[in-house]
């Protein structure tokens, strides 16, 4: 698996994902979502419920830009690199302006640079999944995608062991370096850290452009390369995996008194456990099938986080959030290769479009419905019933023979 990191072009490839692992990680899953809700919000409630409905809104405006990119295929046959260059340089400027607000500024105003970093790094995801085509051949794309999505986990692994020496570093004056929070200075990290190791990969495409199809050809394709029950079924499973990675940290904090730290150490760990999973899971992916991965991985993840829900064992928590991060890297990296097997060239960035669409419609729905439990029952663990109904839903399309 890892000659195949000799080739360039795939060693690129994965360290995109190492660097843009960073935010969610960071950002989204771990440390900040947790400290805004914490330390920002009026209260842990209102923030928690406030985070949930700033993740929809960076997806909402995710799915409409996925749209008119994919209707521009009626009279525009190609796009370059610039499309996607620009969000990569907007993600480092509004992630890094979450420096300057604290506990002081108005709660809404990190919500909005969040939401809008979101956009971006949902567009950089779209250049890095359509970008797989390029590097690897057919045979080939089950292992590549698991290899770069557990490049990403160790990107996101590295960034969460720099932050948590940084934190066992300054716990005796405050978790303040140079006089500043160590969680405002996550923003600049998350920047410059996408910078170094993102900037290669998109200069590699300097020339490329990619290919749009017609959308009624398109949608004719999708029929005939028989995806569209699978799409169905990505919809309702990917509601569970935003759910997770958006409210991970909270869960943490608010059910199980983790600390910041502690949810670093957490963070580590399911990383690990990620890295395991892509790799022992990629080499017989491409041999087993994407489909059969997936339905795996769905099946465990939906017992795991039923389980979750009626759990109240600091170590049963972490034995689940272990088994969660085994699963949950092979299941988004199996997705992206049933796509990019099955999709013709020019049909690859109308796919990932609609996959990108998909992914934002129920990144919308999912959070949404979460922060709704939340806000009526005043109970975070309420919220948690969501996850394993949308896997559940999923399997349903998957099983359920094609017509």
Avoid at 59 to 71: A, D, E, M, R
Avoid at 233 to 253: D, E, G, H, R
Avoid at 351 to 367: D, E, K
């Amino acid at each position: 698996m890892f000659k195949e990191l000799k080739n360039k072009k795939i060693r690129d490839w994965c360290l995109f994902d190492f660097a843009i692992s960073s935010y969610p990680t960071l950002i989204i899953t771990f440390i900040y979502g947790a400290f805004y809700a914490k330390e920002i919000a009026l209260t842990p409630e209102i923030g928690t419920s406030n985070w949930g409905y700033a993740i929809s809104v960076g997806s909402v405006v995710s799915f409409f830009l996925f749209l008119i990119l994919l209707l521009t295929g009626n009279k525009k046959k190609n796009i370059g690199i610039e499309f996607f260059r620009l969000p990569f340089y907007l993600l480092i400027l509004f992630v890094s302006a979450l420096f300057f607000f604290d506990k002081a500024s108005n709660e809404y105003f990190p919500l909005f640079f969040v939401a809008i970093s979101l956009v971006c790094f949902e567009i950089l995801n779209l250049f890095y999944n359509l970008s797989l085509h390029n590097v690897a051949e057919r045979k080939k794309r089950g292992l590549i995608s698991n290899l770069g999505w557990a490049t990403g986990y160790l990107g996101g692994l590295l960034s969460l062991i720099t932050v948590l020496i940084l934190l066992n570093i300054t716990k005796s004056y405050d978790y303040k370096l140079l006089g500043q929070s160590i969680f405002l200075l996550l923003g600049p990290f998350v920047g410059i850290w996408t910078l170094i190791f993102g900037l290669k990969h998109i200069n590699n495409f300097q020339n490329i452009v990619f290919k749009i199809d017609n959308l009624v050809i398109f949608l004719k394709n999708i029929k005939t390369n028989n995806i569209n029950r699978f799409l169905i079924s990505y919809f309702f499973f990917n509601n569970s995996v935003i759910c997770i990675f958006a409210f991970a940290s909270m869960i943490a904090s608010f059910l199980f008194d983790f600390s910041e730290a502690e949810i670093l150490k957490l963070g580590i760990f399911i990383n690990l456990a990620g890295i395991v999973g892509c790799l022992l899971l990629g080499k017989i992916e491409d041999k087993t099938g994407s489909e059969k991965i997936v339905i795996v991985c769905i099946i465990f993840l939906m017992f795991i986080t039923t389980t979750l829900y009626f759990t109240n064992s600091t170590t049963i928590f972490w034995v689940l959030s272990l088994m969660i991060g085994f699963f949950i890297g092979p299941i988004q990296a199996a997705s992206r290769s049933v796509i990019a097997k099955r999709m013709m060239a020019k049909s690859q960035l109308s796919a990932f479009c609609v996959y990108s669409m998909f992914g934002n419609v129920c990144s919308i729905l999912g959070p949404f419905l979460v922060s709704l439990v939340i806000s009526v029952t005043s109970d975070i663990r309420q919220g948690l019933l969501v996850i394993p109904i949308f896997f559940f839903i999923s399997l349903i399309f998957l099983f359920k023979p094609n017509a």
